[in-house]
């Protein structure tokens, strides 16, 4: 009862993130559409949902235990977590990398180049908190999943 309870408190949050991401999304790719689509655009556009729709699922699969610093409120090794220690960096690159490819600036590569870098530290941070906290439960959760 009590994970539901804070579930539904983070639920408003992760809402309104997932509106202002779209929205910044979609009016990205509106404003830099290009009248024929490329077919590295296509992907780019491909990546783009997939990578913003799994994004979306991992944070709500989260649930109370996203936060912005490393803490280790509880193990989450289930859904999308079962396989992918850090879906939320892996799909927040893919839609990254999938809204440069469809704007076509590449100079925007070079914020892919700077945050992915970043995503496989902080991913390291989190990993040593958890480890901490948990100890076996976690070694064995991280062998038998990737990233």
Known sequence: MLLYSLAVKQFP???????VVAAAAFFTVRLYAP?????????G????????VFWTVARFQLGSSLTVTAQA??????????KIRNPIYVFG??????LILVIA???WLL?????????IWRAGKEAKVLE????????KYRAGTWF
């Open 93 to 98: 690159s893919c839609f990254l990398a999938g």
């Open 111 to 119: 914020v892919f180049v700077i945050i992915v870098p970043l995503q």
């Open 105 to 107: 600036k590449p100079i």
């Open 13 to 19: 949050v992760n809402i309104l993130l997932t509106i």
């Open 132 to 139: 901490a906290s948990f100890g076996d439960e976690y070694r």
């Open 73 to 82: 409120r509880r193990l989450v090794n289930t859904g999308i977590y079962s």
């Open 35 to 43: 009248e024929l689509w490329a077919p590295q655009q296509i992907l």
């Open 45 to 52: 556009l491909i990546l783009l949902i997939l990578g913003f």
